[in-house]
């Protein structure tokens, strides 16, 4: 029997769990590691502490995760997919090529805010390549893809002109920039975050445009 898959009761028998139980038992402990972690760090952050916190002994925890690296892998693929899945619905958005830029650096700003944590697993911390999952490495992949296809659509439309992959990583460093500094309260309150981000992207796509345009 995958032990994964049993709750155990005392000196009760112990009870099988469906695979949709074991996923939300695992979703639950993601949940807990992922404040820990952001709060923390990776290397601050304890199995014993996790387990703590939901009541758990640490032993228990490793019937899920067996290492505090295929949890810190899970929650940070998970943090990802989230991310991925809110951008993918602003790039789904409808409208125009611009309507679906502006949808999705909005969606950006609004994941970073409402889920600060997880942003911060995505973007604050890094693991070596070897040391990450296959499920991770495919997290990552579709979230570089989605920040910059919609550019590289834009370039092909002749909306935008140069190098999609340095335009779009140059829109991700200006709005993750001001996100950190925004989180830090280190922005002067007489430019507002949504001010200063849109004046940002109309000064990179004013380089980025076609001459005439």
């Avoid at 490793?62 to 949890?71: G, Q």
Wanted: aromatic share 8%.
């Amino acid at each position: 029997m995958d032990i994964t898959n049993t709750v155990h009761y005392g000196k009760r028998m112990a009870v099988l769990l469906t695979d949709e139980q074991v996923a939300d038992v695992r979703q639950k402990i993601r949940e807990v590691a992922e404040r820990h972690i952001a709060r923390d760090g990776p290397q601050g952050a304890s199995m014993r502490a996790i387990a703590t916190e939901m009541g758990w002994t640490a032993a228990s925890l490793y019937r899920y995760y067996a290492s505090k690296a295929a949890l810190l892998d899970a929650t940070r693929a998970a943090a990802y997919e989230r991310f991925s899945a809110c951008i993918e619905a602003a790039g789904q958005s409808g409208g125009d090529m611009w309507d679906t830029s502006r949808a999705i650096g909005d969606a950006y700003a609004d994941f970073a805010f409402r889920e600060p944590a997880a942003y911060q697993l995505i973007f604050a911390f890094e693991q070596d390549e070897a040391d990450k999952s296959a499920e991770l490495r495919a997290a990552q992949a579709r979230a570089g893809n989605l920040m910059t296809r919609y550019v590289r659509d834009m370039v092909k439309a002749g909306l935008l002109e140069g190098d999609a992959d340095h335009i779009a990583h140059a829109y991700w460093a200006v709005l993750h920039g001001l996100v950190v500094l925004q989180m830090a309260g280190k922005l002067d309150p007489a430019l507002p975050f949504d001010t200063l981000r849109h004046s940002a992207a109309r000064l990179i796509t004013r380089g980025a445009r076609p001459s005439g345009h």
